[in-house]
């Protein structure tokens, strides 16, 4: 088990645990809002779709499923889709139920499952990638998404940057702002920064609309790849903490 960052553990089997009470109370206010469907189960119990209508800082109403059997009062493992459309679940204990409501513990930890390595992240406006071609520096402000694999790059341009099979680029610089806006100490939250030394454009399309998408692919060493998958998670976490969701 090893700590990615604070209260946030990555474990070694199927499941990442979150047990900030911040990160919960905004994964949960975020399932609430946007009225995202809940399954619930017990032991030979199986609920339809339902939805998360209170939060507060001790308990959550979970809108009663009609087929709910009236006495089970037994914990509730509580299945989701995160903002970051992970599957999650959490465990909580029924306190009360009435004709059209379930009143259940706040959970202290929520499990989301792990994330292929191949998933991708959309990136916030604002944020720009720097990269080296044949002793030229190029950069672009419309970074779409992100992954740990690579990059993808749109250009107002109708201007091929490939030509033939010379796709190599070097000292690339991936700078993202921050989806929280300010920092305790200082007022202002610094910009997420990823440095990698190699990779090469794997793709590139000019659409109708006279704009190149550009397909970047990390070439890793084993100490980057490790720091790639370690940024994917945090940009997951991020989004996860400021209750927005991905896209």
């Known amino acids: 088990m090893a700590k990615l960052m604070q209260n946030v553990v990555f474990e070694e089997g199927e499941y990442e645990t979150i047990d900030s009470p911040e990160t919960i109370s905004n994964i949960l206010s975020h399932l609430r809002d946007k009225r995202i469907y809940l399954y619930l189960s017990q032991k030979e119990y199986e609920s339809g779709a339902t939805v998360l209508v209170g939060v507060s800082s001790n308990f959550i109403d ?48 929520i499990f989301r499952q792990q994330r292929r390595a191949n998933f991708r992240i959309d990136m916030p406006h604002g944020s720009i990638i720097s990269f080296n071609r044949k002793d030229e520096n190029y950069e672009f ?30 000292d690339i610089v991936v700078t993202i702002p921050p989806r929280t806006s300010t920092n305790s100490n200082t007022g202002q939250t610094p910009p997420h920064v990823l440095s990698l030394s190699h990779g090469k454009i794997v793709r590139e399309i000019i659409d109708e609309n006279k704009t190149n ?23 997951e976490f991020e989004i996860l903490r400021s209750g927005s969701r991905i896209g």
């Open 141 to 170: 402000a419309v970074v779409e998404d992100l992954g740990a694999g690579g990059v993808r790059v749109r250009i107002e341009s109708v201007d091929r940057l490939v030509e033939g099979d010379d796709d190599a680029i070097t």
């Open 62 to 109: 979970i809108d009663k499923p009609l087929d709910w059997p009236e006495q089970k009062r037994l914990p509730v493992r509580v299945h989701f889709k995160d903002g970051t459309n992970i599957r999650s679940h959490f465990t909580a204990n029924v306190k009360a139920i009435n004709e059209n409501m379930l009143t259940m513990t706040m959970p202290s930890e």
């Open 213 to 235: 998408t550009l397909g970047i692919q990390f070439l890793l060493s084993s100490i980057e790849e490790k720091l790639v998958l370690g940024f994917v998670r945090r940009m």
